[in-house]
């Protein structure tokens, strides 16, 4: 089960404006403030950022929203968060966001279903990443065979991906890329 | 006393230059007499920085400053349309014939003259820009609905600068134009920005002064800022504001050009000629940013 946290709602919850837009240093911390309130009141559950309301994104706002929760949410249990219904202007904000923190999280663009990591992750993250959303829950060796790797760089990748809340690693030894993948 | 400052012919964010050599001693030893008579035109830089001198002015607690009105027809009545002179009266004292002639937003002036002093009102300008203006910038400019948004995230970032940085209020406005010569008739966008505030080089002054040394003073604090991205928060995620301006800037021909103490430090695409680093320029108050976005280009 996901969490959908609503970003339109939660913005309209904690700052008075009639619009949309995620702007601004201090809106985009009283936004993650909100959600790290929701997230810590939800059994140990996946969540999702629900960005499909959101109008404009500036970077500021990517970088308190986005990039400072991720920092912040370490501590929780969260199996996984994600984004949904991210727009290709919220995306590349994201992007450079994460990318400052050397952090990665998933997101699935409103244009497309095929769920992606935005921030810093190595190409082979990526590219194991889309093996194991194409396979579903599985062990390294099918994602190895599919990507004709060896399976200890493809453990690498798939622990990378897991210790960064992008995938689950399960006790047997599979690992899930999740509801929305 | 009074110390007579003329207002240039056609001021923009260049030949604000002009009028900051005419401030003299700062502060002033005598009462400003701000005569802008002669001036035919002026691009929304030279209107925020206008009421960024009568600001900085009112905050040291100077004598109100006086302001000549433009007596070319018309020229008045558009500095009310813009939204000027119901801010200007705040803080000048008003000399000439005053329009009384309403605000407008219209197809050339996408924001008159707004005032900023928080978060609240960034969120504001840019909600209104982004649902008023969409059109405009689609329709007259030719630009792309990424670009549009682009557009808005710069703006939102250019202001909040004032808010996080500036230590006082400033003032934006966005207008569309034609560039004749520049851009050969393309219409363009532009986004000036002005506070009265403390300025790159005191802003940044803790933090990276002492790195530079005898090389540290205004043009050296824009550069930090915007070409290196450095903000005077040591938080990773800070200094993302003007980079991505200029990231966005970089990919659609855009100019940015910061002007702040007595230097000015621009991103030049290749349309423009303005020189990337001026320094020892006639010291102005806070800081200046303008933001120009060409259109498309349209076949005649």
Known sequence: M?????LDIVLHETVATAYCDLVTRPTGAAVRHRVITVLRGLPDDNAELDFSEVGLMDFSCADEVVAKLL???IGLRIPRLRLRGVRDHHAEAIQFALARYDLVIVAVLAASPEPMLLGSAP?????AFRALTRLGRAPALPVAEVLAWPVDRTVDALHGLANHRCVVEHPDATFEPGAAA | ???????????DHLSLDQLAAGLGPWPPDS???VDAHATEWSSPAGFVALLTLGQALAELGAPTPELTLPVTEGVASYWAKAGVLRHAEQLFQLHGKVPRRRVDETSDILLPLTIIRNAADVMEIVGRLTE????????????ESSVVVGFGQSLSEACQNIVEHAGTAGWVAVHVYVYRKRL???????????????????SLDATQGKRFGDRWGDAQAIETALIHGISRFRDPGRGQGLTGIKRYLARWEGKISIRSGTARVAIVPAWDDEPPRMEGLPWFPGSQVTIVIPGEERST
């Open chain 1, 2 to 6: 996901s969490a959908i946290i609503r």
């Open chain 2, 31 to 33: 009462r400003l007499l």
């Open chain 2, 132 to 143: 008023q203006a969409t059109q405009i910038l689609k329709h007259e400019l030719g630009l």
């Open chain 2, 184 to 202: 050969s008739g393309r219409k363009v966008a532009v986004i000036a920005v002005s506070d009265c505030g403390i300025g790159f080089r005191r």
């Open chain 1, 71 to 73: 920092v912040e949410t």
């Open chain 2, 1 to 11: 006393m009074t110390r007579i400052v003329p207002v240039p012919q056609h001021l």
């Open chain 1, 123 to 127: 190409e082979d993250w990526r590219t």
